[in-house]
């Protein structure tokens, strides 16, 4: 793995004059390291920045107030944000330290409309630039101190190449006529929201949608046990009991201490912690009455009709033309919701609803098929 140089900034004087060196420059890579899947509540654990081909990291563990000090250039439109698969990273800035990102230019993105098929950052260097980045650390746990060196030579490397990444694949957007195409996108992901924490909810959990009612109860019911003891450990909920045991729980309910504890593929430790727990949970949601189970939520819509059905073809055979002509995979172009919920409109409102309802891009690449399909 080639080693950068790069200067570690743990104080909040340090980031302050990262920041204002920042404002100056007219574009810098972006990127965040998180520890989703090590803690219950994720939270920033590094912040990598490379800029006219100098490298930091912020440890934002170590500097009390480093989002404060860099909430001005990250929602600074006139300075340009680059960075790789940016959807997580801005949620995550959004919920946890309430910053925004402006002036945001996603790579992941830009290489989708040109119309690869691998648009992974590893990929993308390895055929760019020959850079092999080393894996080995993807699943670290970046909330422990003291990080090694190795660990934070991987994650300047995520910055190191951005911005030469970057001014590939804008070169390549302008030869396609697509740069307008990925500058609406852009817009559109700077202003992601978080989604509302509303704890675990039992539909969510694969596998549950095949579930009766009664079972959807005693797994809702296990769930919020798990969720419990996970946010008190702040350990990530998969890693307290795996979601296997849980849908067994909710198929076989359990009636003693001793089944409970024979649950195969869960800790011995937890399950003897949590044995008491989960048969009183059981015992609720079993005696729940029939009115109050869970009730999986649906989209209201009826069946498509046969000609509904007809139209939907037409359309999705039409996006497939569109998709070969622009080089585009089908979904990137527009999604099968879009094309069904375009389908359902009455004869004479869907060209309406098509323009309504498209992004501007859209419109201009694949507008005219989906017009020429639903005329017939």
């Known amino acids: 793995m080639t080693s950068l140089e790069y200067r570690l900034l743990r104080t909040r004087n340090d980031v302050r004059r990262l920041a204002e060196r920042l404002g100056r420059e007219t574009r810098f890579a972006l990127d965040l390291e998180a520890d989703s899947l090590h803690s219950y509540r994720e939270k920033v654990c590094l912040v990598q920045v490379t800029a006219a081909g100098r490298h930091w990291i912020v440890d934002p563990l170590a500097a009390a107030g480093w989002a404060e000090e860099l909430a001005g250039v990250l929602a600074d439109p006139r300075v340009e944000k680059v960075m790789h698969g940016a959807d997580y990273d801005i949620r995550l800035l959004k919920k946890t330290v309430g910053v925004a990102v402006r002036g945001v230019f996603d790579t992941m993105i830009a290489a ?6 691998r648009f992974g950052l590893a990929a993308l260097l390895e055929e760019l630039f020959g850079v092999r980045l080393d894996k080995r650390f ?4 970046w909330s422990r101190r003291p990080l090694g060196p190795d660990l934070l030579a991987y994650a ?10 970057r001014d590939r694949l804008a070169a390549q957007l302008e030869v396609l006529g697509r740069r307008s195409w990925v500058d609406e996108e852009f817009a559109l992901l700077e202003a992601v929201t978080p989604a509302e924490d509303t704890g675990p909810v039992c539909w969510r959990l694969k596998g549950a949608g095949r579930l ?8 809702q019911a296990v769930l919020d046990v798990r969720d419990r003891l996970a946010r008190r450990r702040n350990r990530p909920s998969f890693k307290v009991l795996p979601n296997a045991a849980l849908l067994g729980w909710a198929q076989d309910p359990p009636r003693t201490r001793d089944q409970v504890l024979s649950t195969p593929g869960a800790n011995r430790s937890v399950l003897e912690r949590l044995a008491d727990d989960v048969l009183e949970a059981v015992r609720a949601a079993e005696a729940l009455p029939a009115d ?7 989209n209201g819509r009826p069946p498509l009709t046969e000609q509904e059905e007809a139209v939907l073809k037409r359309l999705k055979r039409a996006r497939t033309r569109a998709s070969k002509r622009l080089d585009l995979a089908p979904g990137l172009l527009v999604n099968s919701a879009t094309l069904e919920l375009l389908a359902r409109q009455p004869a004479g409102a869907a060209e309406g609803w098509l323009h309504r309802h498209l992004k501007n891009w859209q419109r201009e690449a694949v507008g005219a098929d989906l017009e020429q399909a639903l005329a017939g």
């Open 292 to 298: 109050a189970l869970p009730r999986p939520p649906h």
């Open 156 to 165: 300047v490397l995520d910055t190191a190449h951005l911005l030469a990444l």
């Open 212 to 219: 009766p009612r009664r079972q959807l109860a005693v797994l």
């Open 138 to 141: 993807q699943k670290a746990d």
């Open 112 to 117: 989708q409309f040109t119309g690869r098929t």
